[in-house]
C-alpha cells in the first residue's frame, strides 16, 4: 500500500496535471478519506460564472483517485471506470472543497462518495466514484 504518501508528496505527483491545471490542493490524505479544494475562478467556469459541472467532477475523480491510489498495492493502480452525478447548486466564487469517503474497497474495485461544499458549506453536487484496480504492467 502507499500508506506513507504524505499530502506534500500527493501535491507535488499532481504537478503538471489537470489537477494542477484547475488549481487543485489535496489537504486531507488518510485511509479512507480524502480532501481537497479548488478555486472558482477563470479556470473552472462556465461563461456564465458559475462553477462548470466538468470541473466539480474532474475535482470528484482526482480525489477519489488519490484515494484508491493511497489504498493500492505497489504492483497496481486505479482507474476511473464509473461516475455517478447530482448537482444540486452553483457556487459563483471562492472555492469548494471535495470530501470523498470509501463506500466498498474490494480487490478488483473501490467505490467511493464525494461531496463537493462550496464556501459556505452549501452542498454543491454528490458523485460516487468506481475505479478499477489493476495491476502494473512488468516491462
Known amino acids: 500500500m502507499n500508506k506513507n504518501l504524505t499530502i506534500d508528496q500527493c501535491n ?76 444540486i447548486s452553483s457556487p459563483r466564487k471562492g472555492e469548494v472543497k471535495a470530501v470523498a469517503v470509501i463506500l466498498h474497497q474490494g480487490k478488483k474495485s473501490h467505490i467511493w462518495q464525494v461531496e463537493v461544499f462550496a464556501a459556505d458549506n452549501k452542498l454543491v453536487s454528490v458523485i460516487t466514484v468506481t475505479n478499477m484496480i489493476i495491476k502494473k504492467k512488468v516491462s
Do not use: F
Not at 478555486?39 to 475523480?61: C, F, M, N, S, Y
Open 12 to 87: 507535488e505527483l499532481c504537478k503538471g496535471t489537470l489537477m494542477e491545471h484547475l488549481g487543485m490542493k489535496i489537504t486531507v490524505v488518510e485511509e479512507g478519506r480524502v480532501e481537497a479544494t479548488m478555486p472558482i475562478d477563470k479556470r473552472t467556469v462556465q461563461p456564465v460564472g458559475i462553477l462548470h459541472g466538468g470541473a466539480t467532477i474532474a475535482l470528484a475523480e482526482s480525489v477519489a483517485g488519490v484515494g484508491s491510489y493511497y489504498l493500492c498495492t505497489p504492483e497496481a493502480h486505479a482507474v476511473g471506470m464509473q461516475l455517478s452525478v447530482n448537482h
